[in-house]
């Protein structure tokens, strides 16, 4: 390995790249770009889906469409924006000061955080990734992730061997007061408790690996399953409902009724008694209702020239981007009253100038049919399990408050998106 230092940065820089392309997914999913990403990533994912031991790398591990319900979620929802904000300003400091450094001469990189960490760049490109993994938590990104470190981890490791033979015992001193990524203190605590497993070096290498996907993707597989015991889903018959808002939890009874009454008089003729449903609830300008079906131009946020606008948005607003509707985001970057741009494309066409937008109590219920397995038997979060086909077969818009419905629309068996998997929470 030691003989073959390009070998081995070609594939740590390929292994990096390889994660923020995947984790910048959601970045070129809103611009413009995003049918050539699909062009060419399609294929992958369908790959994936189409393989009961891989389907779930395409799935996510923390809400995204659906705002956190509980403040746990919520709370690792701001860590992600931190981390991601952070990551990029302190990567982007040591990085300066490295080059720099090399322009100017000044040897080994030993001031700010490089007093008490050797590599501060990894770490910081690390915490950069976790907030990236956050903000678009699908499980490809982690497993990607995991890949990063790893490569972080021998790519250190070759370039402390490199810096031992070109500066000798100046290096060797620092390496003996510093950590390689945490503090020296902090790393030494560590080292007690898995220096049973790294004793030999060659097992070493094969156990490290191990421990960080485990690390990495058991957390992943652990924050899912609290994502989907936090949410509020309520179950009649064949039809299950979740709220996209938290505060809709109180106006889930009424819609669930609404809907299967509905389909029992035959004002929502897509939903059939013999069929399993899901039905997500949210407002009717609802910005994110793309990735679920596809109910309008107004909703294919990579036809928008707002991508920049909507990606800051998603960094420093965590919870309140995924209220804004599209003609919201739209007034502000223009510059004009958001309230009237709203009623003006009012999605459910209601012209009252009274009416205030955010007390609307208006929603739009998308509902998807599930493919089950012979004799399953489905409800609640059996319903987002990845062995499961969720198909768009329309959307009721009705106001919560009285049941009454206003219309039933049915949609092509696909989201805005076409086939790429999409957030199903």
């Not at 058991?218 to 299950?240: C, E, H, I, K, Y």
Request: charged share 20%; hydrophobic share 45%; proline share 6%.
């Amino acid at each position: 390995m030691n003989d073959h230092p390009v070998a081995k940065r070609i594939a740590a820089v390929s292994g990096i790249l390889f994660f923020f392309v995947m984790a910048f997914e959601v970045m070129i999913m809103i611009s413009p770009f995003a049918f050539f990403f699909y062009s060419v990533f399609s294929p992958v994912f369908n790959f994936l889906g189409q393989h009961a031991a891989t389907r779930w790398l395409t799935m996510f591990f923390l809400p995204h469409m659906i705002l956190p319900p509980t403040l746990f979620l919520k709370a690792v929802r701001i860590a992600g924006s931190v981390f991601f904000v952070a990551g990029f300003l302190g990567f982007t400091l040591c990085a300066l000061q490295v080059y720099l450094g090399k322009i100017c001469g000044w040897g080994i990189a030993s001031k700010g955080l490089y007093q008490k960490i050797r590599h501060p760049q990894y770490l910081l490109l690390g915490i950069w990734g976790l907030g990236m993994a956050v903000l678009w938590p699908r499980f490809i990104v982690l497993a990607s992730l995991s890949l990063m470190f790893i490569l972080y981890y021998f790519l250190a490791k070759d370039e402390e061997r490199r810096m031992l033979g070109q500066y000798g015992d100046s290096y060797r001193e620092y390496l003996g007061r510093t950590g390689m990524f945490f503090p020296r203190a902090i790393e030494q605590h560590w080292q007690k408790l898995v220096s049973p497993l790294t004793r030999s070096n060659s097992f070493k290498y094969i156990t490290i690996p191990l421990m960080i996907v485990v690390l990495v993707m058991g957390s992943g597989l652990a924050l899912r399953q609290v994502t989907l015991r936090s949410l509020p889903f309520m179950s009649q018959d064949n039809l299950t409902v979740v709220p996209i808002l938290p505060e809709d939890r109180g106006v889930s009874g009424e819609v669930l009724k609404a809907v299967l009454t509905g389909a029992e008089t035959g004002e929502v003729p897509f939903v059939r008694a013999d069929k399993v449903y899901l039905g997500y609830i949210m407002p009717p300008d609802y910005i994110m209702q793309g990735m679920i079906a596809d109910t309008g131009g107004h909703f294919h946020l990579f036809k928008k020239h707002h991508t920049l606008a909507l990606i800051t948005d998603w960094v420093f607003h965590p919870f309140e981007h995924l209220r804004r509707s599209p003609m919201a985001c739209m007034a502000a970057e223009h510059q004009v009253d958001p309230a009237v741009a709203r009623r003006r494309h009012c999605p459910v066409e209601i012209s009252e100038p009274e009416m205030q937008c955010d007390s609307c109590a208006y929603r739009r219920v998308i509902l998807l049919e599930i493919e089950p397995s012979p004799g399953q038997e489905l409800s609640g979060e059996r319903l987002l399990a990845g062995n499961l086909t969720r198909t768009p077969v329309g959307f009721v818009d009705l106001d919560a408050d009285t049941g009454r419905l206003l219309r039933a629309t049915k949609v092509a068996k696909s989201h805005a998106w076409k086939d790429v998997p999409t957030p199903e929470i």
